[in-house]
């Protein structure tokens, strides 16, 4: 059975740093796109970054790009979001999401993905 847990959540104020880190377990994801997506309330979940099975290729929504930094590390079968410079905006709950499909493309659209880990709220305050 897959599991994806994302961990990392929590207060922060403007400016602040957070890492989130999404560990898998059921599945090798180092074959797989992955990405993390957020969900503010009262909005649709929407893309926040996807990495490619190979991490080669970085996507960022551009309200994020230049201060959150999509990884993973294969050895750990877990992914990471580093995020800077962190807005008030920012503030939404955070999924890490795996796609089913060995060596497929990444995609910007939630509903492209199969696994989804249970979220982490990230607040920030102005």
């Known amino acids: 059975q897959v599991q994806l847990v994302e961990s990392g959540g929590g207060l922060a104020q403007a400016g602040d740093s957070l890492t989130l880190s999404c560990a898998a377990s059921g599945r090798d994801f180092s074959r797989y796109p992955m990405g993390w997506f957020r969900q503010a309330p009262g909005k649709e979940r929407e893309v926040v970054a996807t990495?490619?099975?190979?991490?080669?290729?970085?996507y960022y929504a551009n309200s994020v790009k230049g201060r959150f930094t999509i990884s993973k590390d294969n050895a750990k079968n877990t992914m990471y979001l580093q995020m800077n410079s962190l807005k008030p905006e920012d503030t939404a709950v955070y999924y890490c999401a795996g796609k089913a499909k060995r060596y497929d493309e990444t995609s910007s659209d939630p509903a492209d993905y199969d696994y989804w880990g249970q979220g982490t709220q990230v607040t920030v305050s102005s």
């Open positions: 990495i490619s099975w190979s991490r080669t290729y970085k």
